[in-house]
């Protein structure tokens, strides 16, 4: 391939727990910008992975709520980004091999997870990020930026994106549990708000998973959600 073609890989590290629209959404902002005139990357690829179960199942807990095991949460990614053929699910996309093949590697993150570790400071040739802005934190993340010396639009190697809609996975789980067809298809895929009614609703069983396994998990202590949707 033409080296001088700039090509480009978008990673998300999270729970999806379940997958939302917003998540989706995420990789569509970032897909726009990268290809966009700013940019000008003409190749855009992405992946996305899961935290583990154990990190998922623990994290919900906290918040009184049932946890969805991998391999359902993987199926119901998959539904959601059929219609997006440079998005796919992958727990083994191997970035250095993207990025000794010419790619430009991206990490796709949430303000507040970036305004919180100021990742902004890591940012460089060899560690890329693109930020969604959650409702209200843009301020925070500018004053962090010019605090540090940076641009306050940021640069090639911390892109940031538009301000987004909120939409966790905690509203999509709680509507769930009411039988909220409505609220659910505000929020998710058809697909996965008819899966998360029958699997996770009002009456619904004790969530069992539809698919036994944890293929494509993230495994080890560094399991962390960095799109702060979960």
């Not at 700013?38 to 009184?64: C, I, M, Q, T």
């Not at 919180?116 to 460089?124: E, L, Q």
């Not at 539809?210 to 962390?224: D, E, K, Q, Y």
Request: with cysteine.
């Amino acid at each position: 391939m033409d080296p001088s073609i700039r090509k480009a890989a978008v990673f998300m590290l999270g729970s999806l727990c379940p997958v939302t629209n917003a998540h989706i959404r995420c990789f569509e902002e970032a897909n726009a910008l990268l290809r966009g005139p700013k940019h000008g990357y003409v190749e855009v690829r992405a992946f996305v992975s899961l935290n583990s179960d154990h990190h998922v199942a623990s994290k919900l807990a906290a918040k009184g709520h049932r946890s969805i095991c991998a391999e359902d949460r993987r199926k119901l990614i998959e539904l959601s980004i059929a219609h997006l053929p440079w998005l796919q699910f992958s727990a083994d996309a191997d970035k250095a091999q993207l990025s000794a093949a010419g790619y430009h590697v991206f990490e796709l993150n949430g303000g507040d997870d970036v305004i919180k570790y100021r990742k902004w400071r890591r940012a460089g040739p060899n560690k890329r990020y693109i930020t969604m802005v959650r409702p209200g934190t843009l301020d925070d993340m500018v004053c962090g930026l010019v605090q540090d010396g940076l641009p306050d639009c940021g640069n090639d190697y911390f892109i940031i994106g538009p301000e987004l809609e909120d939409i966790s996975s905690s509203l999509v789980r709680e509507a769930s549990s009411r039988g909220d067809r409505d609220a659910l298809l505000r929020m998710v895929h058809p697909a996965v708000c008819d899966w998360m009614l029958r699997r996770y609703g009002h009456g619904a069983g004790g969530g069992a998973c539809a698919a036994l396994g944890t293929a494509g998990v993230h495994h080890g202590h560094a399991s962390h959600c960095a799109c702060l949707l979960c």
